[in-house]
Structure formats: C-alpha cells, structure tokens
C-alpha cells in the first residue's frame, strides 16, 4: 500500500495523467471526426478539416523522415509507426524520436567544442599501438575525432564484476578529494548507497571541495523529490537535474543523461553500468541479483570522463570565463595520483544526441568485426538495427565465437518480450544467448580476444544508441580485460544456454505478438 500511495502521489504519475489527458483528447477529436465527418452539417465540415491536416501532417513527418540524417534502421521503424497509426503516429515521432534542439542547445554545443579543445594524442603512443596493431590505432582515431578524447597509456584500469565491489573503493576515493568531485549518473536514489556517498560530499564541500552533481530528472523521478538539487546545494553542493520533467511535453524528454560519472581530482575515475542505488549493490533486492559492473581508471584517462562532465555541465551552466577549464587538464593535479606505468591503452569516450553520429554503436560495431576467436557481449536489452544483427550473425558464421549474456529475470517484461523477437535470427546465424538465471544483467559490456574490451553505459536499444547522452571506455591490451573475460565465463556458467529449437518454430501468436512489439520499438 505505501509503494501504491507513493507511486499515484509522485511527479511520473502526474506527468503520465496530463499525457494521457493529452492523448484522450486527441482521441475524443478523432471520434467525433469518425461521428460527424459524413453529416453536412458546419460541424462535420470542420472536423472533415481537421482529418485532411492530421493526414497531411503524417505525410510531411514521414517526408521530413526520409530526408533526415536518422540512422536507416531507426528511420525505417519510425516510417511504419507513422504510417501505421497517421493520427497519433506523428506526435509519437515529435515527443519521442526527433532529434530537432532548441537554439540553445546547439549554441552549447559549439560552447562545448571551442572551450574544451581535443588534448593532443601523444605521438609516441600512436606510434607504440601503430607497430601493435594498426586496427586498434584505426579505432583509436574515431574516438579521437568523434569525442576528442586520446589514447593513453599512462593509466591504470581495475574491474569490478558487480556494484558493491566497487562501492567501497568508491568511498574511499571520494574520502581523499582534495580538490574536486563529479558526479553524473542516470538514477540516484535515498538509501544506503547514496546516503553514504552524500555524507562525504557533504564534508567535503565543507572543506571547500568544489562539490558537483548531475542526475537526470526522469532517470530519478521515482527515486528523488522534486527539485532535489536545492536540497544539496543548501549543503554547498553545486547540482542540477537534467532535462527536468514537467507536465509539458517536450521533445527535451527525448534526450535523457544515461551516463555514470564520477570523477576525483581529475586523476581518479568511476564508470561502468551502476547507478547510485541500493539494487546497484545488491542491498535491495527487485528482480534477483543484479548482475552490473564498473571500472575504476587512474591517471591521465580520467580526463575523457572529465571532460564528459564539464561538457554536460556546460549546457545547463555556463562559465563565466573560458579559462577556468585549464584547471581541470590531465597536468593538473596528476602528481598527487601514483606514476603509472604501461599498463594497456585506455580511452574514455562519450555519445551525444546532438549529432547523427551514433558514436557507440560504431564501436561495437568496430569491435565485432576485429573479431577473430570471440566477441562476449552483456546487454540488459536487446532492440538492434540491421546493420548490428548482420555484423552479430556474419562474425558467427565466420567461426568467431560469439555470445550475448542477457537477463534471466527481466525488469521491462515488454523489452524483455521485444528482445526474444531476435533470438530466432541470432541463434540460426550462430550466435550463441545466454540468459543469467540468478537475475537481472545491468551490465553493458564487450570483450574482443583477449585484447579489445569496452566497458560504460550504452544498452543495445535505439534509444542508448541513438537519443541518450551515453558513455563508455576502450580498452586495447589492459591486463583488466581479462578480468572482464572471467566474469563472462563465471556469467556464463551460471545461465542458461538458450536452445535454437525452441524459437525454431514459435507459435503464430508469439509471431503475432513479436511483430507489433518490432513495429513499435523505437517507442520502447
């Protein structure tokens, strides 16, 4: 009864109901359309009116969408939604797909890219990966382009196969800040977890820390009260939600921050798929045990994290002076970190929908086709375009071993029904899918033989891939990758081995199903 009552007294339930309300009166338009559009009276003519404009909108979105930049996969999606439902198919487009910004947002991007300029890649480790493996120096390089953020090879990388591994190398790091905290994650939520890292905060800014925090409103509608970020900065935090949820609809809702952050000092870095949340460490349990990771990067990498903050940062607060990012370059501050040797190549990178360069899904990509013995993907959902699904199936039937770790107990029963719609074509190509019975897999993850791995926050979904602020890190020849490989066997072994037979032959109504789920996934 308390999770009921909280749930009809919270921001998403009266958001949801001005939605419908929305959508209802759209609906009572159209009924009254269908009621009186033949009758000669003033009222049906108007209504006939109405019609011709809800077609003719149809017609000019599908236009608009074949001419756009959209991603073809995506794009052809969103072409039968609108021709399928021409009424409301149009204002699914509009509030959940279209990629146009506000003059402000693309002022701050080109804020973004003139203030903080790409760190040069150091010659000698392009020349060190280029005898190594001129792929791997190929990959680098769009990384480099796309985010601006350079190979390194001065950092060290440690793995962590679940959330509360990490959670108290987390504190402890937090615990030695001496000059600045960020912090920008999806989901944040009062419990043990938060709680704990708050208190921290808390006596740091006190210090005169520079404190900061980013959470995306919707991600922690659920979790945080309204306007949670006047209650940190009353503690000297600095905090913003992103994109804050309110009951007119936006196309902003689109474009959500799905990253997780969290920088010390500029030489200590968090990332992976946790959240701050007590399922993310398995104090509270929801759908089994979460299956989730992260990694902790020290040295000159964490500037890619650091830089994806101040980047976010920037489109909600702008500085008052340029200079005042020369505080935050990998230089300052490093002395305090340990020398770090040569310990593999490590690369931050970050996805923005302010472009139609779909960033992490090109990595994937890049990863599956260096393949050669195997490529172990872990993904919480499983909504992926041609081109991903012809990359998956033409590894496999080259003889490259690959294998997807899904959830044994799914947490979008929808999502998780829409995921099983490509089994058939996976598993007949010769991909292999295995599903974690424990419970529910978090983690967002590829290891490439024994060399390649990325590790960060982009689901295989269309709107990871192609609407959410993302991010993620590369990972060439790290001695952590065979950590990562480790847990994919311990995952495994503890899943179950999805069998050809039994989506072979699926019944006509499971067809049925599966196929209005596919027309309709971009939506989900």
């Not at 196969?161 to 959670?167: D, L, V």
């Not at 000092?265 to 990332?271: I, L, Q, R, V, Y």
């Not at 779909?358 to 195997?374: Q, T």
Request: charged share 25%; net charge positive; glycine share 6%.
């Amino acid at each position: 009864m308390k999770k009921f009552l909280k749930f009809i007294t919270g921001r998403l339930f009266f958001t949801g109901l001005v939605f419908l309300f929305d959508i209802a009166l759209y609906a009572v338009i159209i009924f009254l359309i269908m009621r009186y559009a033949v009758s000669p009276d003033y009222i049906g003519e108007i209504l006939l009116i109405v019609v011709v404009i809800s077609y003719a909108l149809a017609i000019g979105i599908m236009f608009y969408i074949v001419n756009s930049k959209i991603h073809d996969s995506y794009k052809i999606s969103w072409l039968v939604v609108t021709g399928a439902i021409p009424v409301f198919g149009p204002i699914f487009f509009l509030l959940f797909a279209n990629k146009k910004f506000t003059k402000k947002e693309r002022r701050m991007e080109r804020a973004i890219k003139a203030i903080l300029d790409n760190v040069p890649m150091k010659k000698e480790v392009e020349e060190e990966v280029r005898k190594l493996d001129v792929e791997a120096l190929l990959m680098s390089n769009y990384i480099y382009e796309e985010t601006g953020s350079p190979l390194t090879n001065e950092s060290y990388v440690k793995y962590f196969p679940f959330g509360e591994k990490a959670f108290p190398y987390m504190l402890e790091e937090l615990s030695k800040a001496k000059h600045y905290i960020f912090l920008e994650y999806f989901i944040i939520e009062e419990g043990l977890m938060w709680n704990s890292i708050l208190d921290i905060l808390k006596q740091k800014a006190k210090e005169g820390v520079d404190v900061r925090v980013l959470y995306d409103d919707v991600g922690s509608v659920s979790t945080l009260p309204k306007k949670y970020y006047l209650k940190l900065r009353k503690f000297g935090i600095k905090a913003h939600a992103v994109n804050p949820l309110n009951l007119r609809m936006s196309i902003r809702l689109n474009n959500r921050d799905h990253r997780k952050i969290m920088v010390i000092d500029g030489h200590t870095g968090f990332t992976g798929g946790i959240n701050l949340a007590d399922e993310y460490i398995n104090k509270k349990k929801r759908f089994g045990i979460w299956k989730d990771n992260a990694i902790m990067i020290k040295g000159e990498a964490v500037y890619g994290l650091t830089r994806l903050f101040l980047g976010s940062w920037l489109t909600i607060e702008k500085p008052d002076r340029p200079t005042m990012f020369d505080a935050y370059l990998p230089s300052v501050y490093m002395d305090e970190c340990a020398s770090f040797l040569k310990r593999g190549y490590v690369q931050c990178y970050g996805d923005i929908p302010f472009n139609y360069e779909a960033v992490g899904e090109n990595i994937y990509l890049h990863l599956i086709e260096r393949a050669k013995k195997y490529v172990y993907i872990a993904t919480p959902y499983l909504i992926i375009d041609a081109q991903m699904m012809s990359a998956l199936v033409s590894a496999a039937k080259q003889g490259v071993d690959v294998r997807i770790l899904m959830p044994g107990i799914p947490d979008k029963k929808l999502v998780y029904s829409l995921a099983h719609s490509y089994y058939q074509a996976l598993l007949k190509g010769g991909v292999k899918i295995y599903e974690y019975t424990p419970g529910f897999v978090h983690m967002k993850m590829f290891v490439v033989d024994d060399i390649y791995a990325t590790c960060g926050t982009v689901n295989l979904d269309f709107r990871s891939l192609f609407l959410h602020l993302e991010n993620g890190t590369f990972l060439y020849r790290t001695p952590c990758i065979m950590d990562m490989k480790q847990d994919f066997i311990d995952s495994f072994k503890l899943s179950k081995f999805i069998n050809y037979e039994e989506y072979r032959k699926p019944k006509f109504l499971k067809r049925l199903k599966w196929g209005i789920l596919r027309m309709f996934a971009p939506l989900l």
